[in-house]
């Protein structure tokens, strides 16, 4: 019964290419978000989506466009990938936007090569 | 903007002992506050938060912290520490009525010792 879930869990890719990133949550939440973990763990906020809609867009590569086809699924594709997307994608849901928990997936690992 | 800073990118203390990782939060305005737990190779877990109601937050796993505005502080402490506690801790900031927007701080790795 895993509440939010990602896939792959690990990507290896070389560069140029491009690929997607999935994110369902089973938690019936109306918001959920993307993170980067880069390689000292350093998390950042990409995105946010609330009932389908984009309410965040941080300072991210127009290359990333986060795709919400319903409030259950958050998904992410990244074209032209560079060596620096090396990273942990985490996707996370909450309900409501203020100050409830947000409650992460397992991470999707991508090793841009 | 808003921001957190941890001091101490690792902390080591030894089974039994208090644990204290530190967090202090820049913002004109008293924001609310998380503890996220990091195991390894996991997604984050959510410790505690503060959100204007009592300035003493206990949470999951025994850890509490305490919001101290005059010293614009979030500490996080748990009285003993035990080795399932080894992990990455992040202390995070989210803006009132700015939407759940989470900025982390750099990360704390505590080692637990025999």
């Known amino acids: 019964d895993t509440a939010v879930s990602q896939t792959p869990k690990y990507l290896v890719t070389q560069m140029g290419n491009d690929k997607s990133i999935k994110c369902e949550q089973n938690l019936g939440h109306d918001t959920m978000y993307w993170y980067k973990q880069d390689s000292k763990k350093f998390l950042k906020i990409m995105f946010s989506y609330n009932n389908k809609e984009l309410i965040i867009n941080e300072t991210v590569p127009n290359r990333f466009s986060p795709k919400s086809p319903d409030k259950a699924h958050l998904n992410l594709h990244i074209n032209s990938l560079e060596l620096g997307d090396s990273a942990v994608y985490f996707c996370?849901?909450?309900?409501?936007?203020?100050?409830?928990?947000?409650?992460f997936g397992p991470g999707t690992r991508l090793l841009v090569l | 903007a808003q921001s957190v800073t941890q001091l101490g990118s690792h902390v080591s203390v030894s089974e039994g002992a208090l644990v204290l990782l530190r967090c202090n939060y820049s913002s004109s305005v008293p924001p609310y506050l998380f503890w996220y737990v990091q195991y390894p190779n996991q997604g984050l877990q959510l410790l505690l938060k503060?959100?204007?109601?009592?300035?003493l937050v206990k949470g999951i796993n025994g850890f509490e912290a305490e919001f101290k505005k005059s010293e614009t502080s979030f500490h996080l402490t748990k009285p003993s520490a035990h080795m399932s506690d080894a992990a990455e801790y992040f202390c995070?900031?989210?803006?009132?009525?700015?939407?759940?927007?989470?900025?982390f701080g750099t990360g704390t790795q505590l080692k637990v010792e025999l």
């Open positions: 996370a849901s909450s309900q409501g936007m203020e100050t409830e928990t947000q409650y």
């Open positions: 995070a900031v989210s803006p009132t009525g700015g939407g759940n927007k989470l900025t």
């Open positions: 503060y959100t204007s109601a009592a300035t």
